[in-house]
């Protein structure tokens, strides 16, 4: 089973959708599910936020993170990739 986590995540943010994106990340290095976030270039309109965690704790994280998108209202701008 793959331990990467990849979030596609939309280029073209406004302040506070940009603040909120910030804000998940921290909480996922501050809740300790990754040391580091890696951002690449998917197209024009998306890069991909990636990282590894472990596999006990990736089922979680990937609750963690729809829970934060929907609380946020960031469906359109933020989702987990494959």
Not at 21 to 33: A, C, F, M, N, W
Request: net charge negative; glycine share 2%; proline share 0%.
């Amino acid at each position: 089973m793959e331990k990467a986590v990849k979030l596609q995540v939309r280029k073209d943010l406004n302040n506070h959708q940009q603040q909120n994106v910030i804000k998940l990340k921290g909480s996922l290095i501050s809740r300790g599910y990754t040391e580091i976030i890696h951002i690449a270039d998917l197209d024009d309109e998306f890069h991909i936020n990636f990282f590894e965690t472990s596999i006990d704790t990736k089922n979680e994280v990937r609750e963690f993170i729809n829970a934060f998108i929907t609380k946020e209202n960031l469906e359109n701008t933020i989702k987990l990739f494959r």
